[in-house]
DNA sequence: TTGGAATGTCAACAAGGCTGACATAAAATA
DNA sequence: TATTTTATGTCAGCCTTGTTGACATTCCAA
């Protein structure tokens, strides 16, 4: 540890509320660069955030229950139903009526809803690759350390648990 | 740098697309954490997001003009006039009229809309004093550099330029 | 004096959240 | 078996916050 060679007061500058406050500016501009590619490409083809939120995550856990989707996306299900119902209409999705539970239906994406998923992660990962790339990997391991630190203990459960499938 | 241990693969494991993959949804869920602590506070007030943006930086820069603020929040006039016309309405905000230009208006924060700031970073703040404490300054260091990699330039550049203010 | 910049405002529209109510099918349980 | 609960879909309506377009005002600057 660094800190070791520094006083009390010096090591703990990095929790000042001015760094805090830059923290909390940085977090919000680098979230708008972080959706800035992916935005451009969807609004060509005349969808939004929320369609790329359940593409990619029907892309991630491909055979997915709406409920499942509804937890990890955080909306209500008439608000994921919209996006569900024009990415169906569009052919990009297909929906399966479950096996064991006939009530679930699992989502899967097709060959298309594939296609826009790979377009859209791929201007997203160009970015993050960038900026990976740029810093090293003590950075980015960092990074993610206070990524997770930030979420909400519940959120860190289901993003721990995506990484596992 | 820990690298110069590893082979070339090693070293660049952190820039697979199953790491970026990760990234992105760590951001993702990050920022939803992030948010939701100033978006319970502003529910009771009936404010929304765009309040806080908007109070956020005219109380980093007190005095700021309409069109410096439009430049950062990158919305539309009519748009923030929205935001500024309740806000002012309401008595967080106050507008004056520029000195050395008469078009300009130079917004402040009322003491009540700086209490209504407080309330938000506070808690705000909060959650990131405790991810920051639960990962150390170096941790810290590497979040900070790999946000500030994914910023639009522009946006960097009003960033670096909020800091120096 | 004229052009352009900074601002405000009105109207209309869209995306994407929300709530509430209701319908259906199937699983689970009393 | 009868009832309840769960998973899902759908309709209607509301809110916030973004957008465009049009137009007015004020005032700096060439």
Redesign the pocket.
């Given at each position: 540890m660094q800190n070791q060679n520094r006083t009390m007061g010096e090591a703990l500058l990095y929790l000042t509320d001015e760094q805090l406050r830059q923290g909390i500016e940085a977090m919000f501009f680098a979230y708008r660069g972080f959706t800035a590619d992916p935005d451009r490409i969807?609004e060509e083809k005349?969808?939004?955030?929320?369609?790329h939120?359940a593409v990619h995550f029907i892309n991630c856990a491909p055979g997915t229950?709406?409920?499942?989707l509804?937890k990890i996306l955080?909306?209500?299900?008439?608000?994921?139903?919209?996006?569900?119902?024009t990415l169906i209409e569009d052919g990009l999705v297909i929906?399966n009526v479950?096996q064991?539970?006939?009530?679930?239906?699992n989502l899967f994406l097709t060959d298309k809803g594939r296609a826009l998923e790979q377009q859209l992660s791929d201007a997203q990962r160009n970015r993050m690759r960038a900026a990976y790339r740029q810093v090293g990997p003590d950075a980015v391991a960092g990074f993610r350390t206070v990524l997770e630190a930030m979420m909400d203990p519940e959120m860190r459960r289901a993003y721990l648990g995506l990484r596992q499938e």
């Open positions: 969807l005349g969808y939004g955030r929320a369609h939120r229950t709406v409920n499942n509804l955080g909306v209500t299900k008439q608000s994921l139903n919209r996006v569900l119902r929906v479950g064991r539970d006939k009530r679930e239906r």
